[in-house]
């Protein structure tokens, strides 16, 4: 994805100027990444459409290893190695 796209699809996935697979993609990050991650019946229709099975599976497992993964980092508080002391952990406000 372009910058440009990333822009546009960031808190309005219906306007933005993505292929449906990618949008349906995109929604499943979005409610796997929240706190208590349910998926809904319309997004899961959507993903039935356009991706198979072998496919769901494959991006379900990768987004929930990847998402797991920074749970651990946040909850253990490990840094990236060149970061400092004095400075925010990445998922703290003014990090970015």
């Known amino acids: 994805m ?20 990618t949008i349906a993609a995109l929604r499943l990050v979005d409610l796997l990444s929240a706190p208590h991650p349910v998926i809904d019946t319309a997004t899961y229709q959507q993903l039935r459409e356009r991706l198979d099975d072998r496919a769901r ?11 797991g993964w920074q749970r651990f980092i946040a909850a253990c508080g490990i840094r990236p190695d060149s970061w400092t002391e004095a400075m925010p952990l990445p998922w703290e406000e003014g990090a970015l």
């Open 2 to 21: 372009s910058e440009a796209q990333v822009e546009a699809a960031l808190g309005n996935l219906d306007r933005a100027d993505l292929p449906a697979t």
């Open 57 to 67: 599976l494959e991006l379900g497992a990768a987004l929930s290893v990847a998402s």
